[in-house]
């Protein structure tokens, strides 16, 4: 069974800092890239990875705060630039193409390929992507402005005795940032191979994170234990935490699978 690839583009919060961009990552799966969230700064990692974007058909966007959207248009501009002829779908809230179809209308007018918005309810749970071997659903997520999670599995027809066919689950990957602490996704990303679950603060910040609905790595690990999930991968770190190896501290002790999202890593599962 081949493995399915995950590349960490950004593992930042809003603020950038030395050594962290904001979110981006890149899911490798069945020879198809998916591209989760795009903040500023990601083509750029992209660029120093040698990560090719012919197999980028679909990009997956959160919520509309500009360190999960702020590289977008930067993207879709080189895109153009490569004189791509490939449509591009984006998912995400209705109001992201409000927001950039001026921007594409003035700086990328000329392109060669389309564009292709596909509005979401970030609020609902529901089947956003099918194709034959991979499916996406959003996970209703806790914050400051409608947002929500992707979970990505991968699906093959297997010929049953009766020669009819059923669709068997394989690999799954929960992408769920950013969220305050939120029990009532458990049972949508129950038993996932590998979770990233946002940790932006440690426990001594608990209240700021309540205030700005964000989680700790504890509440991270949490969600992992209580899901059962394979593998834990926490980032979105705030900058005012340099050390990220506090983060693994915290939330090792709840959940012992736990690993820390940072730039330019790859995790195989």
């Given at each position: 069974?081949?493995?399915?690839?995950?590349?960490?583009?950004?593992?930042?919060?809003?603020?950038?800092?030395?050594?962290?961009?904001?979110?981006?990552?890149?899911?490798?799966?069945?020879?198809?890239?998916f591209l989760l969230d795009c903040g500023?700064?990601?083509?750029?990692?992209?660029?120093?990875?040698?990560?090719?974007?012919?197999?980028?058909?679909?990009?997956?966007?959160?919520?509309?705060?500009?360190d999960h959207c702020f590289g977008l248009?930067?993207?879709?501009?080189?895109?153009?630039?490569?004189?791509?002829?490939?449509?591009?779908?984006?998912?995400?809230?209705?109001?992201?193409?409000?927001?950039?179809?001026?921007?594409?209308?003035?700086?990328?007018?000329?392109?060669?390929?389309?564009?292709?918005?596909?509005?979401?309810?970030?609020?609902?749970?529901?089947?956003?992507?099918?194709?034959?071997?991979?499916?996406?659903?959003?996970?209703?997520?806790?914050?400051?402005?409608?947002?929500?999670?992707?979970?990505?599995?991968?699906?093959?027809?297997?010929?049953?005795?009766?020669?009819?066919?059923?669709?068997?689950?394989?690999?799954?990957?929960?992408?769920?940032?950013?969220?305050?602490?939120?029990?009532?996704?458990?049972?949508?990303?129950?038993?996932?191979?590998?979770?990233?679950?946002?940790?932006?603060?440690?426990?001594?910040?608990?209240?700021?994170?309540?205030?700005?609905?964000?989680?700790?790595?504890?509440?991270?690990?949490?969600?992992?234990?209580k899901a059962e999930v394979g593998q834990?991968?926490?980032?979105?770190?705030?900058?005012?935490?340099?050390?990220?190896?506090?983060?693994?501290?915290?939330?090792?002790?709840?959940?012992?699978?736990?690993?820390?999202?940072?730039?330019?890593?790859?995790?195989?599962?």
């Open positions: 069974m081949n493995k399915a690839k995950l590349t960490i583009l950004g593992c930042g919060s809003a603020k950038p800092t030395k050594t962290t961009s904001p979110s981006g990552q890149l899911l490798q799966i069945n020879d198809k890239a500023e700064g990601v083509q750029l990692t992209m660029q120093k990875l040698g990560v090719h974007t012919g197999r980028l058909y679909n990009i997956f966007i959160t919520h509309l705060h500009g248009i930067g993207l879709l501009t080189t895109l153009s630039m490569l004189k791509r002829t490939q449509p591009m779908h984006i998912y995400a809230h209705p109001d992201l193409q409000k927001l950039l179809q001026p921007l594409l209308d003035y700086h990328c007018a000329d392109r060669l390929y389309e564009i292709v918005f596909h509005p979401i309810n970030p609020r609902k749970h529901e089947v956003i992507y099918q194709d034959r071997t991979i499916s996406v659903e959003t996970i209703p997520l806790k914050h400051g402005v409608p947002c929500c999670g992707f979970l990505f599995s991968e699906t093959h027809r297997v010929k049953c005795d009766d020669n009819t066919f059923q669709r068997v689950t394989r690999k799954r990957y929960a992408y769920c940032t950013d969220t305050m602490y939120n029990e009532k996704i458990v049972p949508i990303i129950q038993g996932v191979d590998l979770l990233f679950h946002e940790s932006t603060f440690l426990q001594s910040m608990t209240e700021r994170s309540r205030e700005v609905k964000h989680s700790t790595a504890a509440d991270a690990a949490t969600i992992a234990q834990l991968l926490i980032g979105h770190y705030s900058a005012r935490v340099e050390d990220h190896s506090l983060f693994l501290q915290e939330a090792q002790p709840v959940f012992a699978n736990v690993t820390l999202a940072e730039e330019n890593n790859i995790i195989e599962f």
